[in-house]
């Protein structure tokens, strides 16, 4: 079939499975064409793995170290009439170059909070691994099903205490507009937190550990975002914020049972995601923080920032964190200047000047790429098979 890219708000329904199979080959050049990582892990297992930082997280230590790699994720399969979804896609590319170089991938698609996820990864890394030495948390998911009392809760994007207006913008009719936001309730936040916590993290840890699939001296990393004072009210210091506090909270406990060291938060740039789209002001701001970096020269992609984490975090015998602990390769974002900047953006953008003090183009040269559009070199005219193959059972 011809492919073409489907926009609803922050979502695309279709993704292109050769534009998707470009963007994860030119992430692993761009690992390839660094130098090789030291104290790289051997047997990785990524839980969330087919896109965004998750996926980086899979591409990074098994291009650049060799590693062994389980992903697990919850995608949809092509079929002869419909596409499937851009995590499918990116997981079939990658399992292809995998397997080009020789190196072990395999992935299993399901529901990644429930207990016989668990038992099904745990089964394959004894049957094919022994042991994983690395463990990286990635998911982003609007729903959690507890394994424990069956019952199904569901995240939100809202403030705590306090209704939230502030400028956004209107990606399908590039406009810069108010929004509205009214706050949570006391429900809203244990339900974001049990999603978007730790919880789930933990469980995981145990579980490997418990199944003696945990090697000695194993990492896990958890990933989080903190973000400019202007979206605090909304992500840092709203329902997700607090389920972040959670996942901090987590690592403190692994670090506890399992030896200083274990666990990790990793802080991480703001970048365009299938989950950043859907943040009420993120848009705006990560489109002019684009421009202000890529003028500067230090603007990365998810690939670079994961990259650097291994590479400069991670391999080092000495990891650098901030006062709470947390690993910040959002640094550079975070700079002084570069937020000073951006703050100066902000209170200047307007529907008319959007386009001329921001990089909306770029942002929106993104989005389209996360599902494998606008990408160069693909005949996006020319008909494309939508069925791909993947080691992981089409659920």
């Given amino acids: 079939m011809i492919i073409q890219p489907k926009i609803r708000g922050f979502i695309c329904t ?53 590693a062994r790699t389980i992903g697990v994720f919850f995608e949809k399969p ?98 810069v507009e108010l929004v509205t936001i009214e706050p949570a309730t006391d429900e809203e936040i244990a339900h974001t937190t049990k999603v978007m916590g730790g919880e789930d993290w933990e469980l995981w840890i145990n579980a490997l550990a418990d199944a003696g699939v945990l090697a000695d001296g194993a990492r896990t990393i958890a990933y989080s975002y903190i973000g400019p004072e202007l979206t605090f009210p909304v992500y840092t210091n709203g329902t997700i914020g607090r389920a972040k ?64 984490l291994f590479a400069d975090r991670l391999g080092c015998s000495a990891i650098a964190v901030d006062e709470k602990g947390r690993i910040r390769i959002d640094d550079w974002e975070m700079q002084e200047d570069v937020q000073a900047a951006v703050a100066k953006l902000w209170e200047a953008v307007t529907t008319e000047n959007l386009g001329e003090i921001s990089d909306f183009a770029g942002y929106q040269s993104e989005f389209l790429r996360l599902f494998g559009f606008g990408i160069s070199g693909i005949d996006y005219g020319a008909e494309s098979d939508p069925v791909r193959a993947t080691s992981a059972p089409e659920s």
């Fill in 14 to 66: 279709t993704a292109h499975p050769d534009g998707c199979a470009a963007n994860v080959q030119d992430q692993i050049s761009y690992v390839r064409s660094r130098p090789p990582l030291k104290n790289a892990p051997k047997n990785v297992l990524v839980i969330g793995s087919s896109t965004g930082y998750g996926l980086a997280s899979r591409i990074v230590p098994a291009f650049g170290g060799g």
């Fill in 78 to 175: 092509g079929t002869e009439r419909k596409t499937g979804s851009a995590g499918w896609y990116n997981t079939a590319a990658f399992e292809a170059e995998a397997q080009k170089k020789g190196l072990y991938a395999r992935s299993f698609n399901g529901d990644a909070f429930s207990n016989e996820m668990k038992v099904q990864v745990i089964d394959a890394i004894k049957e094919d691994l022994g042991q994983v030495d690395m463990v990286i948390y990635s998911l982003a998911s609007p729903r959690r099903t507890d394994p424990t009392d069956g019952e199904t809760y569901k995240s939100c994007l809202k403030p705590i205490g306090t209704t939230f207006t502030q400028k956004t913008v209107n990606t399908d009719k590039a406009e």
């Fill in 245 to 308: 506090e959670h996942l901090e909270q987590s690592a403190v406990r692994l670090n506890e049972k399992f030896g200083s060291g274990t666990a990790w938060v990793s802080v991480n740039k703001a970048l365009v995601t299938q989950a950043s789209s859907a943040i009420p002001v993120v848009p705006l701001y990560i489109s002019l923080l684009y421009k202000e970096m890529k003028e500067r020269g230090n603007h990365e992609g998810c690939v670079e920032q994961i990259h650097r």
